[in-house]
């Protein structure tokens, strides 16, 4: 079945090349374009275009088809082009007709926007919600070490004294400013592009401020045209905000990774988080952050493949952008599994209490003492070369202490600030409000 089928049968090799992985895909799609649906036909029978009496026996049914598209299995037949077709398929066995009027005002284009964009906001709720996990979890190994001291390094080269809170706070704080970009990207998606039909609006009354609200955006794509070719910018924008955050977790891993081995020997993980090899017999492999980084990598590049689907397009609807999906509807999952897997192991992750023991790192303490020396009254660029020298002749000796006091150093974290910000950008998220509207819908 075929949405557009006009009575001629399509060259078979073209159809299998033209429907892609639709089919698979759509499945994804399938709660979401049945939630668009309801909202729908609530606005064709405030319009007329459906009658009292009809509405709701529309409404039981999609309820109905709603909650078997949650099911395991459910799938979208042979010869049936895709989700928009399926949906209306079933509707139409439960309801001759009277399922073929939901159409009525609409185009497979803006189904599909709709589609996605519920999707899409669905997703984000959920990458929101286990970047705000993982947060927390940093922000707690932050304050149950802030008073660990660890080498800082610029080029790799031991630089000054850091320690193990500043270390897991910084990256808390690097997620907040993810979390914010995020932020962004979900006020770009939850503006409704229904009624834009192909992209060029309904000679029909629609009341598109009906479905707006109903299905609980904050705003319209007013412009038919660009909502319209919001397909692709959308997902570009969201890929950025998911690469951003996905950047940070492969850095942190990264780092696990290095802190791990027994070069440094910073952190550890307890056995049963890491993976041997099959002739080692002493290897404790940190796997785990080998994948999340492998994974994160992958992840930063699809904003860069959607440009390129993108890129050269005029505006309109073109057939291009159904590859998007292919890439960008999975990466949700896998971004939410990187942070799900990162905040379990980092839960674990033991650090070295004595690492500054080892003379290598005597030096890290230089510039305490240069600041000591300034603070006693030497010109700075005078107790530069003083402790210069004493490194030259061997005769420095550190003294193991800090005393940084500034907002953000190691005996000021502002962890309490830190939290503040990140639950300040949390509010900016309605995700209640949209709860309510998508539920409303499907309970009635």
């Known amino acids: 079945m075929k949405l557009w089928e006009k009575g001629i049968s399509t060259d078979a090799a073209i159809e299998k090349f033209t429907v892609g992985k639709d089919r698979e895909l759509d499945v994804l799609l399938a709660p979401f374009d049945i939630v668009g649906s309801i909202a729908h036909v609530n606005m064709l029978e405030s319009v007329g275009l459906i009658a009292e009496d009809e509405l709701p026996q529309l409404l039981e049914a999609l309820r109905d088809l709603y909650h078997e598209s949650l099911?395991?299995?459910?799938?979208?037949?042979?010869?049936?082009?895709?989700?928009?077709?399926?949906?209306?398929?079933?509707?139409?066995?439960?309801?001759?007709?009277?399922?073929?009027?939901?159409?009525?005002g609409r185009s497979r284009n803006d189904q599909v926007l709709l589609d996605l964009k519920l999707f899409t906001r669905d997703r984000l709720e959920r990458i929101v919600n286990a970047t705000n996990a993982l947060t927390e979890v940093l922000l707690a190994k932050s304050e149950a070490h802030k008073d660990v001291l660890m080498p800082g390094y610029t080029h790799l080269q031991i630089a000054m004294p850091s320690s193990f809170g500043l270390w897991f706070g910084a990256y808390a704080e690097s997620l907040i400013d993810d979390l914010r970009l995020l932020?962004?990207?979900?006020?770009?998606?939850?503006?409704?592009?229904?009624?834009?039909?192909?992209?060029?609006?309904?000679?029909?009354?629609?009341?598109?401020?009906?479905?707006?609200?109903?299905?609980?955006?904050?705003?319209?794509?007013?412009?038919?045209?660009?909502?319209?070719?919001?397909?692709?910018?959308?997902?570009?924008?969201v890929s950025y905000a998911l690469s951003n955050l996905a950047a940070t977790l492969s850095r942190?891993?990264?780092?696990?990774?290095?802190?791990?081995?027994?070069n440094f020997n910073f952190v550890s993980l307890p056995d049963e988080l890491t993976t041997g090899s099959s002739i080692m017999?002493?290897?404790?492999?940190?796997?785990?952050?080998?994948?999340?980084?492998?994974?994160?990598?992958?992840?930063?590049?699809?904003?860069?493949?959607?440009?390129?689907?993108?890129?050269?397009?005029?505006?309109?609807?073109?057939?291009?952008?159904?590859?998007?999906?292919?890439?960008?509807?999975?990466?949700?999952d896998d971004l939410e599994s990187c942070l799900d897997i990162a905040a379990y192991a980092a839960q674990h992750i033991k650090v070295n209490p004595n690492i500054l023991d080892d003379r290598k790192y005597d030096h890290i303490f230089t510039v305490e003492e240069v600041n000591k020396l300034t603070l006693q009254g030497m010109p700075f660029r005078d107790a530069y070369k003083e402790v210069g020298r004493q490194i030259a002749d061997g005769v420095y000796k550190p003294e193991k202490s800090v005393n940084h006091t500034h907002e953000g150093s190691i005996g000021n974290l502002c962890l309490d600030e830190i939290r503040n910000k990140k639950e300040e950008i949390l509010k900016g998220f309605n995700f209640a409000s949209v709860n309510r509207a998508i539920s409303k819908l499907i309970t009635g």
């Open 281 to 332: 017999p002493h290897k404790k492999n940190p796997d785990v952050f080998e994948l999340i980084r492998g994974h994160c990598n992958k992840i930063q590049a699809l904003p860069y493949q959607l440009s390129m689907i993108t890129n050269n397009l005029p505006s309109g609807y073109f057939r291009d952008m159904q590859v998007m999906k292919e890439m960008f509807l999975p990466v949700f």
């Open 71 to 104: 099911k395991p299995g459910w799938a979208i037949e042979d010869g049936v082009e895709d989700v928009h077709s399926q949906v209306e398929l079933m509707l139409t066995r439960l309801l001759g007709d009277l399922g073929k009027k939901i159409h009525s």
């Open 183 to 237: 932020h962004t990207a979900w006020k770009i998606t939850n503006q409704n592009p229904l009624g834009s039909a192909a992209g060029y609006g309904s000679s029909f009354p629609l009341n598109r401020t009906m479905t707006t609200r109903l299905l609980g955006f904050d705003t319209l794509n007013y412009n038919v045209i660009y909502a319209q070719m919001g397909r692709g910018k959308t997902e570009r924008i």
């Open 252 to 262: 942190f891993a990264y780092d696990v990774c290095l802190f791990m081995s027994q």
